[in-house]
């Protein structure tokens, strides 16, 4: 029975690397037997200029039906001024919370052929192969209470709470240590539980769960020394497991260790393996439209979602080995960008990919 793939364009850069990932879909169905119908609804700050709101519910239930989900990015300076709780990161928001995507994957691989492109010495991010697992659908993004109140001395205060049950501890954990077995049999839990009670909380379940997992290796981090640890010697880490927080903030300075963001892709998952498949990098509002962006952390996004949604680990290595080659072949967009290299855009780039399948 074919599959079926929603595609959320997004705004900024999101419509332009979505289309480069949707031919390299439509290559695999086309010419390779990919069983799958493609279909496409509105999210972020397209949604709002058209609906009024980030996440129609047709795009919800188009979400829910579909078994994945791929999204470009959301979010731009056109809609910063409006009220937080209908921006577009809302969009984003609303679909991890509204189809239960509590385990990110957000796995930061070094291609041998951009050692050069990275902002640290070679031989620290040579070989890096790290798996950050970020839990997604709790934590501070969605604690109550959260709002700004009106005091009675006349001034506002801020809140946002960080909150944890055992259960969601649990199931993230798990997720962790089974990626470890297949990897590196090594799991790091990163808090801050010196200061959180929270993430001491944390640290006490990831611990018990890892007793059910007498292989894997586990070590505890706070999340500063993570954040050091990360630009002072990455190849430490195998697998790491956080909060939703720390782990937005550790997956981008992970990024950056491989030359660029616009390389990562991701994987939000349910407990079912149901998925929504994103680059980790964001609506880049100031290239958009110019043809400049990298499309390749996306379309590397569909080779995550072959593998964890749609069951086709051929086909996602065949997605893999053709990003290789077209790096091989001395491709690069701008961001990638290297001393003798060949500059293209977005669309070349996709199209290499394509050619290379
Ligand atoms: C990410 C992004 C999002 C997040 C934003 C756009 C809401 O930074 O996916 O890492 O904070 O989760
Ligand atoms: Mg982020």
């Given amino acids: 029975m074919s599959k079926t793939i929603l595609v959320l364009p997004g705004d900024g850069i999101g419509p332009e690397i979505v289309n480069e990932a949707v031919k390299v879909l439509a290559t695999l169905r086309d010419e390779h037997g990919l069983d799958v119908d493609l279909d496409e609804a509105l999210v972020g700050g397209a949604a709002i200029d058209a609906t009024g709101g980030p996440l129609p519910d047709v795009t919800l ?14 979010g731009g300076p056109k809609w910063e001024s409006l009220d937080i709780t209908i921006r ?11 189809l239960n995507l509590f385990a990110n994957l957000r796995p930061a691989i070094l291609y041998p ?9 070679p031989e620290v991010v040579s070989g890096l192969d790290i798996m950050i697992v970020r839990e997604l659908t709790g934590g501070i993004y969605f604690g109550q209470p959260r709002g700004v109140n009106q005091l009675e001395t006349g001034e506002r205060q801020g809140i946002n709470t960080l909150v944890y049950t055992e259960s969601e501890i649990d199931r993230i954990s798990r997720v962790a240590f089974d990626i470890a077995m297949k990897r590196g049999k090594r799991v790091c839990s990163v808090d801050k539980a010196n200061v959180l009670e929270c993430t001491e909380l944390w640290r006490e379940v990831a611990t018990r769960v890892g007793g059910d997992y007498p292989e894997v ?4 981090m706070y999340v500063d020394n993570a954040a050091m640890q990360l630009v002072r010697f990455p ?23 491989t030359g660029s963001i616009g390389m990562l892709p991701s994987a939000s998952l349910d407990e079912n393996g149901k998925g929504m498949y994103e680059p980790i990098h964001g609506s880049a509002p100031d290239i958009a439209g110019q043809g400049l962006a990298n499309p390749l952390a996306t379309i590397l996004s569909v080779a995550m979602m072959l593998r964890y949604s749609l069951n086709e680990p051929a086909m996602a290595e065949r997605i893999e080995s053709a990003v290789n ?29 394509v050619a290379a399948l």
Avoid: Y
């Fill in 61 to 74: 239930e188009l979400a829910k039906e579909a078994d994945a989900v791929m999204l470009g990015a959301v």
């Fill in 88 to 98: 577009p990161e809302k969009g984003l928001l609303g679909l991890r919370a509204g």
């Fill in 113 to 121: 052929q951009l050692a050069g492109a990275s902002t640290l010495k």
């Fill in 217 to 220: 290796e586990l070590s505890h």
């Fill in 235 to 257: 190849k430490q880490f195998d697998v790491m497991v956080t909060t939703n927080m720390f782990g937005d903030i550790l997956s981008d300075c992970a990024a950056m260790l």
């Fill in 325 to 353: 080659k077209v790096l091989d072949d001395g491709l690069r967009t701008p961001d990638i960008m290297s001393e003798g290299m060949n500059e293209v855009g977005c669309e070349q780039m996709g199209d290499a990919v």
